[in-house]
């Protein structure tokens, strides 16, 4: 099937870092033939944008961007910036405009930004797809290629849900339709969790270092920095996740905390039957990942 990028020929990516960064780059890689915009607060950010080619034109203020040229938004900031973003650009939207993200958090946020943008069509996005590193300067024109993307529109609008899911099939992405409260419990299980706990277990060193004066950062082997790579994620990126799916997040640390009190009581009473049981079910659940 063609490549038409679901119709768009403008571009807006509001937020240069390495998902926005990489989305621009996936699309000169894959031969988008229209105009792509940026916007991002830090000046240095669309400099190396514009120097990388990401972009053809890159902006600081909302009021300078040609919004006359541009049918497609995507915000690719924190979560929590994204119903500010979408209250300032409202007046600027051309009818046709469609707006999407590329957020890990949907739920009741999605259905607050179908609100705010209506008339115009809000359809909600998680690419599957990122890394630990921050800005621009780490995009990867690849990053999107034969991974999942998760869909979660509401509304009716067929047509444009279409054309945003043909948009991200045309750059390798794999798509999947699911419901917004749906997808928050889901990744807050198997993403938000993972990210919990990789940033409480440096955090338990940090304490235990401080506990006992020995540089324990001085000592990881490969396990302890493969487990916790995702630790050295964005801050604010993640800080606004957390706070954004609150509910589900807080229900997955409370699985795991009973989780880890039955290995930690089956340690304190020896009973190597149940240590053995809860190792060997996880070592079993884990390798049929691979």
Do not use: C, Q
Not at 103 to 110: A, F, I, Q
Not at 138 to 167: M, Q, S, W
Request: net charge negative.
């Amino acid at each position: 099937m063609e490549k038409d990028f679901g119709g768009f020929k403008g571009i807006l990516i509001i937020g240069l870092g390495i998902i926005g960064g990489s989305l621009a780059l996936a699309l000169r890689k894959e031969g988008y033939k229209g105009k792509i915009y940026g916007f991002d607060l830090n000046k240095n950010r669309i400099e190396k944008a514009l120097e990388l080619k990401a972009i053809d034109e890159g902006y600081d203020f909302y009021e300078m961007i040609p919004w006359e040229n541009i049918d497609f938004v995507v915000l690719s900031t924190p979560v929590k910036t994204f119903e500010s973003i979408a209250l300032k650009i409202k007046p600027f939207l051309k009818d046709d405009t469609v707006i999407s993200d590329v957020g890990s958090v949907k739920g009741d946020l999605v259905l607050r930004l179908y609100e705010i943008l209506k008339p115009h069509v809000f359809v909600g996005v998680h690419p599957i797809a990122g890394t630990e590193k921050e800005g621009i300067e780490n995009a990867k024109y690849d990053l999107f290629k034969n991974a999942r993307l998760i869909l979660t529109p509401v509304g009716e609008d067929r047509e444009k849900i279409e054309k945003v899911e043909k948009f991200w099939k045309d750059i390798g992405s794999k798509t999947e339709i699911m419901d917004p409260h749906l997808h928050d419990f889901v990744f807050a299980s198997v993403s938000h969790l993972p990210h919990a706990i990789a940033f409480a277990l440096v955090d338990s060193l940090i304490v235990l270092s401080k506990e006992t004066g020995i540089d324990l950062f001085k000592y990881p082997g490969g396990g302890f920095k493969d487990f916790t790579r995702i630790a050295a994620s964005s801050p604010t990126v993640w800080k606004d996740i957390f706070l954004e799916n609150k509910e589900n997040v807080l229900h997955t640390i409370d699985v795991f905390e009973k989780s880890l009190e039955r290995l930690k009581e089956a340690i304190k009473k020896e009973d190597e039957k149940e240590i053995l049981n809860i190792l060997s079910e996880s070592r079993e659940k884990r390798m049929s990942l691979d």
